[in-house]
């Protein structure tokens, strides 16, 4: 069974910072590459950041940009989302998916993801 576990959010003020977590089991992690997505009340789930299987590749919405950085330990089966200079519009649920992905190229489309995790709050407070 294939499982992805979101932790590390919680509550930040503005311009702190927090790390989010990523771990992953049941699958060949390092066949997948791994995104991170945020949806806010009321708005569409929006994509954040991704890193392909080999890390040789990362991309990130022009939201995030600067700001967040993303990485993967293909040891210990897990993604970072260090996000910094965090402002009120970060508040979401932070969501992580996988994709099965051959090729070092990152997928930024929600509804292709093959797997996703419960999602864990960030909030952002002015």
């Known amino acids: 069974q294939v499982q992805l576990v979101e932790s590390g959010g919680g509550l930040v003020q503005a311009g702190g910072s927090l790390r989010l977590s990523c771990t992953t089991s049941g699958l060949t992690f390092s066949r997948y590459s791994i995104n991170w997505f945020r949806q806010a009340p009321g708005k569409e789930r929006e994509f954040v950041a991704g890193?392909?299987?080999?890390?040789?590749?990362?991309r990130y919405g022009d939201s995030v940009k600067g700001r967040f950085s993303i990485s993967r330990d293909n040891v210990k089966n897990t993604v970072y989302l260090q996000m910094n200079s965090l402002g009120s519009e970060d508040t979401a649920v932070y969501y992580c998916?996988?994709?099965?992905?051959?090729?070092?190229?990152?997928?930024?489309?929600?509804?292709?993801?093959?797997?996703w995790g419960q999602g864990t709050q960030v909030t952002v407070s002015s």
């Open positions: 890193i392909s299987w080999s890390a040789t590749s990362t």
């Open positions: 998916a996988a994709k099965a992905t051959p090729l070092s190229g990152i997928d930024p489309t929600p509804n292709r993801m093959n797997y």
